[in-house]
């Protein structure tokens, strides 16, 4: 798989990433990184323990970095999560939102380890 494929599959705008880093080999670098980052994780552990003022934190932090990288099926949904528990609370809505952000998550997570194994 190109990046330029994963992309496809993971519904991010490469065009975007290529004016930002250039070249594929750097997009691909940060990519690799995006599966250590630790924000997803801190944000099921916030939204599990109903903690939803580091759940926020968690959210508004992924939604930085898939801007970054310009993970944009993620990004909206990570967007539209932040907003939701931007006072700190949380409500049917968000929950859904979060279903939602673990779906499109997963499907990110997939391509870009396909991309790393060829």
């Avoid at 944000?43 to 759940?55: D, G, P, S, T, V």
């Amino acid at each position: 798989m190109t990046v330029e494929e994963c992309y496809a599959v993971l519904q991010g705008n490469y065009e975007e990433a290529k004016n930002r880093f250039k070249e594929d080999e750097r997009i691909e670098k940060f990519l690799l990184l995006f599966l250590e980052d630790e924000h997803y994780k801190n944000l099921c552990e916030a939204m599990k323990e109903e903690n939803y003022e580091e759940a926020f934190l968690g959210v508004h932090t992924l939604k930085g970095v898939c801007a970054n990288l310009a993970l944009s099926a993620l990004f909206e949904e990570t967007k539209t999560l932040t907003e939701l528990l931007r006072e700190g609370e949380c409500n049917s809505a968000a929950l859904e939102s979060f279903e939602k952000v673990k779906e499109v998550y997963a499907i990110t997570r997939k391509a870009i380890k396909e991309l790393k194994n060829g």
